[in-house]
């Protein structure tokens, strides 16, 4: 057999799952590093990258833990929702929008949160971003620890007085906990707060105690004594066209509080 | 397939991936809403899932589909197993994420589905590529 034809031959026996012609100006491998190995590195570093990524996305979901200022999520999302919108207070969108919705909500109720995570989204999109409705919120505590809850809706009155209530209300609600395990803490609202772009964490943390912040909290307990008596549920809803009488909305399954059930129920109670 | 092809389904499906994740990082950012036949979008987007120590996973998302497309821009094995590396961190990650989506969010996102399937085929068209580049290289070698 001479060289050329022994060169074809060992062409043909190369241990080459692909096969294929074998083009000229292509580099060897090393001895060391051959194409199994290199294969056998590289899937490893991913695997490891991967888990890494994967580790750091369940230790930053944790529903029960503590969110401390490395895991505060949703910042990026929240601030889009909210960008442009005119707010004052508790009340977001524009004052003379033609309809008005108004939410009773708890901190620690966790339907309070899903119905801000999924719902409110579209709600402040389709609604309120369009000037079709302002958006009236009513913090209260009946849930224990009590303590806890009264500590977020301080913040969240505070925040309020910086037309930032809304991006605070919905960072909070994207980083909330289990109810009654105490992890609303100061350290939790001080790096929510922080968070939100133009809210100064520090004068929030400070004016939970101001008269402004007590009075709102104050007007938002008799608001929901006035609508639900002594027997509290939330979230609960008010709609309907701005100036006139509100309605409760009839919000009765889980699935009215999704966006589509919401939309329904909410263009049937703004459109009388 | 020849490795020039490979490359170049490489790229075309690095961009399909990376125009998916353009659009859920403009949606995110914009505050546009999201077109979604599914139902469960806006709930995917919105939950804790959707960000990785502040990041969201689309920002991430469009980085890999980048440099995928830029080893597919290249030649020879080194690139390939690159490539191969990049999408296996895309796959395994994306399984997370859909695992996430059907146990603990409880909810699926068309999106997020999409780039399932492309980052699947960009993986597989990755790992033949990175056969037929090394299957070159040890024909090569063993033909001198």
Aim: with cysteine; aromatic share 8%; hydrophobic share 45%.
């Amino acid at each position: 057999m001479g060289k050329a034809s022994r060169s074809k031959a060992q062409r043909r026996l190369v241990p080459s799952p692909a096969g294929g012609p074998a083009p000229a100006g292509r580099p060897a491998p090393s001895g060391w590093l051959t194409p199994a190995r290199t294969l056998l590195i590289g899937v490893a570093v991913a695997l490891v990258v991967a888990g890494a990524l994967i580790g750091v996305s369940v230790a930053g979901s944790g529903s029960s833990s503590k969110p401390s200022p490395a895991t505060v999520t949703g910042v990026a999302a929240t601030n889009a929702l909210f960008r442009g919108i005119p707010q004052s207070g508790n009340v977001l969108g524009n004052r003379n929008a033609p309809a008005t919705l108004v939410e009773f909500a708890e901190p620690q109720c966790p339907y309070c949160g899903a119905w801000a995570r999924e719902t409110m989204p579209t709600v402040v999109r389709d609604y309120v971003r369009t000037g079709k409705l302002k958006i009236v919120f009513h913090g209260i505590s009946f849930i224990q620890p009590t303590s806890d809850s009264e500590r977020a809706l301080g913040a969240f009155a505070a925040a309020g007085s910086q037309a930032r209530q809304f991006q605070l209300l919905d960072l909070f609600y994207r980083n909330q906990g289990e109810e009654g395990t105490g992890w609303i803490s100061d350290d939790l609202l001080r790096s929510l707060g922080s968070s939100v772009p133009g809210l100064d964490a520090d004068r929030m943390m400070a004016d939970r105690s101001s008269a402004a912040a007590k009075s709102q909290i104050q007007d938002s307990a008799k608001a929901a004594a006035q609508v639900m008596g002594s027997h509290f549920r939330t979230p609960t809803f008010q709609a309907g066209p701005s100036g006139g009488t509100l309605a409760p909305m009839p919000i009765s399954t889980v699935d009215q509080l999704g966006p589509d059930g919401f939309r329904a129920v909410l263009d049937h109670m703004i459109s009388q | 397939m020849s490795v020039g092809r490979l490359r170049a389904a490489i790229a075309m499906l690095s961009l399909l991936g990376a125009g998916i994740a353009a659009y859920l990082v403009y949606t995110r950012y914009s505050g546009a809403s999201l077109f979604c036949q599914t139902g469960g979008c806006e709930t995917v987007q919105n939950s804790k899932y959707s960000e990785v120590a502040g990041i969201p996973v689309a920002v991430l998302g469009l980085i890999g589909y980048a440099v995928i497309f830029v080893t597919a821009a290249f030649p020879g094995p080194t690139s390939a197993a690159l490539g191969v590396t990049l999408a296996v961190i895309g796959v395994a990650f994306s399984a997370y994420l859909l695992y996430a989506q059907l146990v603990l969010i409880d909810a699926i996102c068309q999106w997020c589905v999409a780039n399932d399937v492309v980052i699947t085929l960009v993986a597989l068209a990755c790992l033949w590529r990175f056969r037929r580049e090394n299957a070159y290289s040890v024909a090569t070698a063993s033909g001198r």
